[in-house]
């Protein structure tokens, strides 16, 4: 996945939110973006050489790209709950289907 396709699509999750709110969140979606595509390229690393790496005298360890993806996914879900908290509270989209559905089985 491409940097500047990822950052594009996360900012466009943002396109109601207010100005001033886009503006302070602008580099959080770039590094949310930024660690997306670090994560696939990590992710591919483990898929093709594992995420454990055994030694002639039959020791293991975790490889350098799974210590990295673990580090990296950790700060990547804090990013994105920071992200999806901003977006929660500013975004009204109004009721939706589901939304009616809900309200009349609760009837």
């Known amino acids: 996945m491409e940097l500047n396709i990822e950052y594009k699509r996360l900012k ?3 396109s109601l939110v207010d100005e001033s709110k886009k503006e302070l ?3 959080l979606i770039y590094q949310a973006a930024f660690m997306k595509v670090e994560l696939d390229k990590l992710q ?3 898929r093709k050489f ?3 790496q055994i ?3 039959g020791s ?3 490889t ?3 210590k990295y993806y673990t580090k990296l996914v950790n700060s990547y879900g804090t ?3 920071t992200l999806n908290t901003i977006l929660g509270t500013q975004v009204d989209d109004g009721e939706d289907a589901f939304d009616e559905f809900l309200k009349r089985a609760s009837e």
Do not use: H
């Open 50 to 52: 594992g995420a454990v």
């Open 60 to 62: 293991q360890r975790q």
């Open 64 to 66: 350098e790209a799974a």
């Open 55 to 57: 030694s002639t005298k």
């Open 12 to 14: 466009s999750l943002f």
């Open 79 to 81: 990013v994105i709950k």
């Open 44 to 46: 591919e690393q483990i």
């Open 25 to 27: 969140v602008d580099n």
